[in-house]
């Protein structure tokens, strides 16, 4: 397969942890997208029950009862699960410009771990704790998991861009405390790379190709408008669950559907 990144990219990658991919997804694209998030939303009920069983959360400062389709997207926090169960956003995951990028970090054959959009609502959205992705990911090996950050709105200072601190994915997974959304970096760690930290405002369609042991974090959003992004989790060919991660499903991105589309279930 043709190299879709730069040699000097992919040296950006290895020794930072993280790389900016700008216009990875066209205004259309965008425009799809953020298109699939409200017909997912407008598909489930009141309380973000899905019938295809992907999970949708509202912020928790926004009480969706008695509100319409319409009202309750404005309040939408996180839709995870869904690329695996809806056709449009499993073309997304395994598009060709996707898999090539895939194939200049973590070789031939990478698989979807994870899909999930996160979704911070004007002034409500709270910010995402620092910490590592593969506190989640009972996986090895830790260091071949990375996660594709896609701007869907542009991500600016005010409405919860992304953070990194380079060169933090070389330290290995590090020790977490359980914070407000879920597992985050003692403050103390935190504290030792403050002054190394990169914010990194995007325009939508943009992406931040990230190691999974990137520390990272994402801010309030404290402006009028929403700041939409979708994060597509992967791992390479040889990336395997470990002994209490025998629940996590790696996906091959060579299904043309998407493995849990429900006229697919049971087969
Ligand atoms: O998009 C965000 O707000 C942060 C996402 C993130 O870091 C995560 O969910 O792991």
Known sequence: MPKTLTDEQVTHFREDGYLVVPNLLSTEEVTQTRD???RLVREADEKGKHPTGLHIDFERAFDTSGKTAEQRELGLRKLQSFAERDAFFWSQVTHPRIVALLNDVLGPGAQMLQSMALVKPPE????????????YFDVEPKEEVLGLWIAIDDATLDNGCMEVVPGSHKLGLVQHVQGQTGWKLPDSTVELYRDRI??????AGSALLFSSLAFHFTDHNRSKQRRRALQYHYVSAR???TATGGWLKLWPLNL?????APAMAGR
């Open 198 to 203: 990169v914010k990194l405002p995007m325009k």
């Open 256 to 260: 043309p559907h998407p493995p849990l």
């Open 124 to 135: 409500i959205g709270i910010a995402k704790q620092w910490h590592q992705d593969v506190a």
């Open 36 to 38: 699939g998030f409200t």
């Open 239 to 241: 990336t395997h669950p």
